[in-house]
Protein backbone atom coordinates (compact mmCIF):
# COMPACT_ATOMS: atom_id res chain seq x y z
CA UNK A 1 0.00 0.00 0.00
CA UNK A 2 1.08 3.04 -0.50
CA UNK A 3 0.22 4.92 2.48
CA UNK A 4 -1.85 4.42 5.64
CA UNK A 5 -4.80 6.06 4.64
CA UNK A 6 -5.07 2.79 2.18
CA UNK A 7 -4.05 0.82 5.22
CA UNK A 8 -7.46 1.93 6.97
CA UNK A 9 -9.67 1.59 4.31
CA UNK A 10 -8.25 -2.09 3.60
CA UNK A 11 -8.48 -2.69 7.63
CA UNK A 12 -11.96 -1.05 8.40
CA UNK A 13 -14.02 -2.89 6.23
CA UNK A 14 -12.67 -6.00 7.69
CA UNK A 15 -14.71 -4.81 10.87
CA UNK A 16 -17.68 -4.07 8.64
CA UNK A 17 -17.76 -7.73 7.38
CA UNK A 18 -17.22 -8.97 11.11
CA UNK A 19 -20.76 -7.72 11.18
CA UNK A 20 -19.71 -4.65 13.69
CA UNK A 21 -22.47 -1.79 14.29
CA UNK A 22 -19.45 0.72 15.99
CA UNK A 23 -16.01 1.08 14.32
CA UNK A 24 -13.59 3.48 15.87
CA UNK A 25 -10.20 4.71 13.79
CA UNK A 26 -8.02 6.55 16.03
CA UNK A 27 -4.97 8.18 14.51
CA UNK A 28 -1.95 9.68 17.24
CA UNK A 29 0.73 10.58 17.57
CA UNK A 30 2.90 10.46 21.06
CA UNK A 31 6.07 11.61 22.51
CA UNK A 32 8.86 12.59 20.76
CA UNK A 33 10.47 11.52 18.72
CA UNK A 34 7.04 10.86 17.43
CA UNK A 35 5.38 7.47 17.35
CA UNK A 36 2.24 7.38 15.15
CA UNK A 37 -0.43 5.13 16.50
CA UNK A 38 -2.98 4.00 14.07
CA UNK A 39 -5.82 1.74 15.62
CA UNK A 40 -9.19 0.41 14.23
CA UNK A 41 -11.37 -1.06 16.62
CA UNK A 42 -15.10 -2.46 16.04
CA UNK A 43 -17.30 -4.26 18.30
CA UNK A 44 -18.51 -6.74 15.66
CA UNK A 45 -18.20 -10.68 15.89
CA UNK A 46 -14.86 -11.24 16.62
CA UNK A 47 -12.47 -14.16 16.27
CA UNK A 48 -11.34 -17.41 17.65
CA UNK A 49 -8.25 -18.17 19.82
CA UNK A 50 -7.16 -20.39 17.31
CA UNK A 51 -7.85 -18.10 14.23
CA UNK A 52 -6.58 -15.04 15.72
CA UNK A 53 -3.28 -16.56 15.92
CA UNK A 54 -2.60 -17.35 12.43
CA UNK A 55 -4.50 -14.02 10.85
CA UNK A 56 -1.28 -12.46 10.07
CA UNK A 57 -0.85 -15.27 7.63
CA UNK A 58 -1.61 -14.27 4.11
CA UNK A 59 -2.48 -17.63 3.11
CA UNK A 60 -5.89 -17.15 5.70
CA UNK A 61 -8.70 -15.22 4.93
CA UNK A 62 -12.17 -15.73 6.13
CA UNK A 63 -13.99 -15.46 3.08
CA UNK A 64 -14.46 -17.65 0.20
CA UNK A 65 -14.24 -16.06 -3.15
CA UNK A 66 -10.58 -16.76 -3.20
CA UNK A 67 -7.61 -18.08 -0.57
CA UNK A 68 -5.51 -15.68 0.14
CA UNK A 69 -5.88 -12.64 2.38
CA UNK A 70 -3.18 -9.83 2.31
CA UNK A 71 -4.79 -6.70 4.34
CA UNK A 72 -3.36 -7.54 7.72
CA UNK A 73 -0.26 -9.21 6.41
CA UNK A 74 0.85 -5.70 4.44
CA UNK A 75 -0.30 -3.60 7.23
CA UNK A 76 2.03 -5.83 9.49
CA UNK A 77 5.25 -5.40 6.59
CA UNK A 78 4.42 -1.53 6.32
CA UNK A 79 5.07 -1.02 9.93
CA UNK A 80 7.39 -3.59 10.41
CA UNK A 81 9.27 -2.26 7.52
CA UNK A 82 9.17 1.10 9.25
CA UNK A 83 10.56 -0.04 12.43
CA UNK A 84 7.09 -0.30 13.85
CA UNK A 85 5.27 -2.76 15.89
CA UNK A 86 1.79 -4.72 14.48
CA UNK A 87 -0.46 -6.32 16.93
CA UNK A 88 -4.20 -7.60 17.03
CA UNK A 89 -6.47 -8.49 19.89
CA UNK A 90 -9.90 -10.14 19.43
CA UNK A 91 -12.76 -11.80 21.84
CA UNK A 92 -15.00 -13.45 20.36
CA UNK A 93 -18.47 -12.18 20.52
CA UNK A 94 -16.89 -8.30 21.17
CA UNK A 95 -14.56 -7.21 19.09
CA UNK A 96 -11.52 -7.21 17.58
CA UNK A 97 -8.75 -4.48 17.86
CA UNK A 98 -6.10 -3.56 15.16
CA UNK A 99 -3.08 -1.56 16.31
CA UNK A 100 -0.11 -0.68 13.87
CA UNK A 101 2.73 1.95 14.97
CA UNK A 102 5.33 3.88 13.12
CA UNK A 103 8.24 6.29 14.08
CA UNK A 104 7.33 9.49 12.82
CA UNK A 105 10.73 10.04 11.31
CA UNK A 106 11.62 6.48 10.43
CA UNK A 107 13.05 6.87 6.60
CA UNK A 108 10.63 4.15 5.49
CA UNK A 109 7.61 5.05 7.35
CA UNK A 110 5.16 5.70 4.48
CA UNK A 111 3.17 8.92 4.36
CA UNK A 112 -0.40 8.91 5.78
CA UNK A 113 -2.61 9.92 2.51
CA UNK A 114 -5.40 11.40 2.40
CA UNK A 115 -7.13 10.57 5.62
CA UNK A 116 -10.61 12.99 5.81
CA UNK A 117 -11.33 10.66 2.09
CA UNK A 118 -10.76 7.74 3.22
CA UNK A 119 -13.32 8.17 6.76
CA UNK A 120 -15.72 9.82 4.24
CA UNK A 121 -15.91 7.10 1.27
CA UNK A 122 -16.06 4.13 4.78
CA UNK A 123 -18.89 6.84 5.80
CA UNK A 124 -20.51 7.11 2.85
CA UNK A 125 -20.59 2.76 1.76
CA UNK A 126 -21.37 1.96 5.22
CA UNK A 127 -23.70 4.52 6.79
CA UNK A 128 -25.43 2.69 8.62
CA UNK A 129 -22.78 1.68 10.77
CA UNK A 130 -21.96 4.32 14.26
CA UNK A 131 -18.58 5.60 12.98
CA UNK A 132 -16.28 7.11 15.33
CA UNK A 133 -12.59 9.25 14.52
CA UNK A 134 -10.22 10.41 16.97
CA UNK A 135 -6.95 12.29 16.27
CA UNK A 136 -5.08 13.49 18.58
CA UNK A 137 -1.06 14.64 19.39
CA UNK A 138 0.76 16.72 21.52
CA UNK A 139 -0.81 20.02 19.47
CA UNK A 140 -4.33 19.35 19.24
CA UNK A 141 -7.18 16.80 19.71
CA UNK A 142 -10.32 16.38 17.32
CA UNK A 143 -12.95 13.61 17.89
CA UNK A 144 -15.47 12.92 15.06
CA UNK A 145 -18.97 10.50 15.74
CA UNK A 146 -21.24 10.41 13.35
CA UNK A 147 -24.20 9.30 16.23
CA UNK A 148 -24.10 12.71 16.57
CA UNK A 149 -24.13 13.63 13.07
CA UNK A 150 -27.03 11.43 12.27
CA UNK A 151 -29.17 13.08 15.56
CA UNK A 152 -28.46 16.86 13.66
CA UNK A 153 -29.99 15.93 10.58
CA UNK A 154 -33.08 13.83 11.61
CA UNK A 155 -34.50 12.76 8.45
CA UNK A 156 -31.80 13.67 5.83
CA UNK A 157 -29.13 10.99 5.05
CA UNK A 158 -25.48 11.05 5.81
CA UNK A 159 -24.49 9.97 2.26
CA UNK A 160 -26.19 13.42 1.00
CA UNK A 161 -23.91 14.98 -1.20
CA UNK A 162 -24.04 18.45 1.03
CA UNK A 163 -23.28 16.50 4.14
CA UNK A 164 -20.48 14.70 2.80
CA UNK A 165 -18.96 17.42 1.58
CA UNK A 166 -19.18 18.79 5.20
CA UNK A 167 -17.57 15.96 6.83
CA UNK A 168 -15.19 15.46 4.51
CA UNK A 169 -14.04 19.77 5.40
CA UNK A 170 -14.39 18.67 9.06
CA UNK A 171 -11.93 16.07 9.09
CA UNK A 172 -9.86 17.64 6.88
CA UNK A 173 -9.89 20.48 9.50
CA UNK A 174 -9.60 18.29 12.23
CA UNK A 175 -6.69 16.33 10.83
CA UNK A 176 -4.84 19.78 10.06
CA UNK A 177 -5.57 20.94 13.37
CA UNK A 178 -3.97 17.93 15.14
CA UNK A 179 -1.13 17.08 13.05
CA UNK A 180 -0.14 20.01 11.00
CA UNK A 181 3.42 20.33 11.92
CA UNK A 182 3.49 17.29 13.82
CA UNK A 183 3.75 15.25 10.21
CA UNK A 184 6.05 16.98 7.73
CA UNK A 185 3.32 16.06 5.19
CA UNK A 186 0.42 17.69 6.91
CA UNK A 187 0.65 21.15 6.36
CA UNK B 1 -12.98 24.69 14.21
CA UNK B 2 -16.55 23.70 12.38
CA UNK B 3 -18.99 22.50 14.89
CA UNK B 4 -22.39 20.41 14.11
CA UNK B 5 -24.95 23.71 14.61
CA UNK B 6 -23.62 24.28 10.49
CA UNK B 7 -25.47 20.69 9.73
CA UNK B 8 -28.80 22.66 10.00
CA UNK B 9 -28.12 24.94 7.05
CA UNK B 10 -26.70 21.80 5.71
CA UNK B 11 -29.83 19.66 6.23
CA UNK B 12 -32.10 22.63 5.01
CA UNK B 13 -30.72 22.81 1.86
CA UNK B 14 -30.25 18.60 1.42
CA UNK B 15 -34.30 18.12 1.79
CA UNK B 16 -35.28 21.06 -0.41
CA UNK B 17 -32.80 19.43 -3.38
CA UNK B 18 -34.91 15.92 -2.19
CA UNK B 19 -37.79 17.41 -2.74
CA UNK B 20 -37.48 18.21 -6.44
CA UNK B 21 -35.39 14.84 -7.15
CA UNK B 22 -36.36 11.58 -7.11
CA UNK B 23 -33.64 8.84 -6.68
CA UNK B 24 -35.49 5.70 -8.30
CA UNK B 25 -33.96 4.02 -11.12
CA UNK B 26 -30.54 5.41 -10.25
CA UNK B 27 -27.67 3.63 -12.53
CA UNK B 28 -24.68 2.39 -10.21
CA UNK B 29 -21.44 2.64 -10.65
CA UNK B 30 -19.60 0.05 -8.10
CA UNK B 31 -15.61 -0.38 -7.76
CA UNK B 32 -14.21 -3.46 -6.10
CA UNK B 33 -12.31 -2.00 -3.06
CA UNK B 34 -10.46 -5.30 -1.14
CA UNK B 35 -7.04 -5.36 -0.40
CA UNK B 36 -6.36 -5.72 -4.13
CA UNK B 37 -8.10 -3.33 -5.91
CA UNK B 38 -6.86 -0.71 -3.34
CA UNK B 39 -3.70 -1.80 -4.20
CA UNK B 40 -4.19 -2.03 -7.61
CA UNK B 41 -5.56 2.33 -7.59
CA UNK B 42 -9.01 1.44 -7.07
CA UNK B 43 -9.42 4.71 -4.83
CA UNK B 44 -8.24 6.99 -7.62
CA UNK B 45 -10.42 5.17 -10.20
CA UNK B 46 -13.55 5.93 -7.92
CA UNK B 47 -12.28 9.59 -7.44
CA UNK B 48 -11.91 9.88 -10.76
CA UNK B 49 -15.65 8.70 -11.14
CA UNK B 50 -17.12 11.05 -8.51
CA UNK B 51 -15.13 13.99 -9.78
CA UNK B 52 -16.07 13.50 -13.68
CA UNK B 53 -19.78 12.99 -12.73
CA UNK B 54 -19.81 16.35 -10.51
CA UNK B 55 -18.04 18.10 -13.00
CA UNK B 56 -20.65 16.78 -15.62
CA UNK B 57 -23.46 17.79 -13.12
CA UNK B 58 -24.74 13.97 -13.09
CA UNK B 59 -26.64 13.28 -10.17
CA UNK B 60 -28.34 9.72 -11.33
CA UNK B 61 -25.59 7.91 -11.08
CA UNK B 62 -24.41 6.36 -7.86
CA UNK B 63 -20.91 5.65 -6.62
CA UNK B 64 -20.09 3.23 -4.76
CA UNK B 65 -17.50 0.95 -3.12
CA UNK B 66 -17.45 -3.25 -2.86
CA UNK B 67 -15.39 -6.19 -1.65
CA UNK B 68 -13.27 -8.30 -3.80
CA UNK B 69 -15.17 -8.92 -7.11
CA UNK B 70 -12.84 -12.11 -7.39
CA UNK B 71 -10.75 -11.84 -10.14
CA UNK B 72 -7.98 -9.76 -8.59
CA UNK B 73 -5.28 -10.05 -11.57
CA UNK B 74 -7.84 -7.26 -13.57
CA UNK B 75 -7.90 -5.09 -10.66
CA UNK B 76 -9.24 -2.07 -10.42
CA UNK B 77 -12.82 -3.70 -11.65
CA UNK B 78 -15.85 -1.15 -11.78
CA UNK B 79 -18.96 -2.44 -12.47
CA UNK B 80 -21.64 -0.32 -14.47
CA UNK B 81 -25.06 -1.35 -13.45
CA UNK B 82 -28.02 0.04 -15.50
CA UNK B 83 -31.69 0.51 -13.72
CA UNK B 84 -32.58 -2.54 -16.16
CA UNK B 85 -29.97 -4.80 -13.97
CA UNK B 86 -27.86 -4.74 -17.60
CA UNK B 87 -24.02 -4.63 -16.09
CA UNK B 88 -20.89 -4.10 -17.73
CA UNK B 89 -17.76 -4.91 -16.07
CA UNK B 90 -14.52 -2.85 -16.24
CA UNK B 91 -10.87 -4.00 -15.93
CA UNK B 92 -7.69 -2.63 -15.40
CA UNK B 93 -9.07 0.78 -15.01
CA UNK B 94 -7.14 4.04 -14.07
CA UNK B 95 -8.21 7.58 -13.80
CA UNK B 96 -8.46 8.51 -17.17
CA UNK B 97 -10.43 5.27 -17.94
CA UNK B 98 -13.12 6.19 -15.62
CA UNK B 99 -13.38 9.40 -17.40
CA UNK B 100 -14.05 7.77 -20.72
CA UNK B 101 -16.70 5.22 -18.92
CA UNK B 102 -18.32 8.57 -18.01
CA UNK B 103 -18.49 10.64 -21.42
CA UNK B 104 -19.05 7.13 -23.10
CA UNK B 105 -21.45 4.89 -21.30
CA UNK B 106 -22.74 7.02 -19.02
CA UNK B 107 -23.68 10.28 -21.18
CA UNK B 108 -23.51 8.63 -24.37
CA UNK B 109 -24.70 5.30 -23.65
CA UNK B 110 -22.03 3.08 -25.59
CA UNK B 111 -20.37 1.20 -23.37
CA UNK B 112 -16.75 1.08 -24.02
CA UNK B 113 -16.30 -2.01 -25.43
CA UNK B 114 -12.14 -2.16 -25.25
CA UNK B 115 -12.21 -1.79 -21.63
CA UNK B 116 -14.64 -4.56 -20.88
CA UNK B 117 -13.64 -7.93 -19.21
CA UNK B 118 -14.70 -9.52 -21.86
CA UNK B 119 -11.86 -7.19 -24.28
CA UNK B 120 -9.00 -8.01 -21.51
CA UNK B 121 -9.83 -12.45 -21.72
CA UNK B 122 -9.49 -12.30 -25.40
Known amino acids: MKDLSLHILDIAQNSVRADADHITVSITVEG ?39 GIPLLKQSAELAGGTFSIRSVVNEGTEVCATFPVDHVDRIPVGNVAETLVMLVESHPEITWEFIFASERD ?10 KALEDVSVTNRYVKEWIQNTLNEGFMSVFGGVLDEVN | ?12 RALK ?13 VVGMATCGIAA ?11 ELNKRNIHTVNVAMTGCIG ?33 EHIVN ?14
Request: proline share 5%; charged share 35%.
Open chain 1, 32 to 70: RPGILKIVVSDNGKGMEPEFLQKVTDPFTTSRETRHVGL
Open chain 2, 1 to 12: MKSIKELEAIRE
Open chain 1, 141 to 150: RFEFSLAEVK
Open chain 2, 71 to 103: VCRYEPIAEVIEPNGEKTTYVKLDAEKARRIVA
Open chain 2, 109 to 122: GKPVMEFTIGAAEK
Open chain 2, 41 to 51: GARQVMNAFVE
Open chain 2, 17 to 29: EMSIRNNENKTRI
